[in-house]
């Protein structure tokens, strides 16, 4: 059974920082692209962050570059989010996910996407809350 499970969220102060971590069962997960994905209350799903199988290419979106880094940790079978600089704004349940990039295809290894209907795998989310 394929799982992913996210960890570290929390409540932090505007400003502070929260680093989250989406660990993978039953699959290694430096043969899949990771995207990060949040959603508010009343709001869609939308990208914040991927990273390529082969940890060569990372995006972000507009409000988060700068402060956010994603990044991989092949050992531990884990990616992290390291958010800081948090905002009230960035107050939502964010979700790992993961897509399949086998070593047979090196094309897609070196990329990774932010579309939420690319991805096959998802944690089921870890509540972030950004609050004086």
């Known amino acids: 059974q394929l799982q992913l499970v996210e960890s570290g969220g929390g409540l932090v102060q505007p400003g502070g920082s929260l680093r989250l971590s989406c660990a993978a069962s039953?699959?290694?997960?430096?043969?899949?692209?990771i995207g990060w994905f949040r959603q508010a209350p009343g709001k869609a799903r939308e990208g914040v962050s991927c990273?390529?199988?082969?940890?060569?290419?990372?995006h972000y979106a507009d409000s988060e570059k700068g402060r956010f880094t994603v990044s991989r940790d092949n050992a531990a079978n884990t990616v992290y989010l390291q958010m800081n600089t948090l905002k009230p704004e960035d107050t939502a349940v964010y979700y790992c996910?993961?897509?399949?990039?086998?070593?047979?295809?090196?094309?897609?290894?070196?990329?990774?996407?932010?579309?939420?209907?690319?991805?096959?795998?998802w944690g089921r989310g870890t509540q972030v809350t950004v609050s004086s």
């Open positions: 990273i390529a199988s082969d940890g060569g290419r990372t």
């Open positions: 039953g699959f290694t997960l430096d043969d899949y692209a």
């Open positions: 996910a993961a897509v399949f990039h086998p070593p047979a295809s090196p094309l897609y290894r070196s990329t990774c996407t932010m579309l939420l209907g690319e991805y096959d795998y």
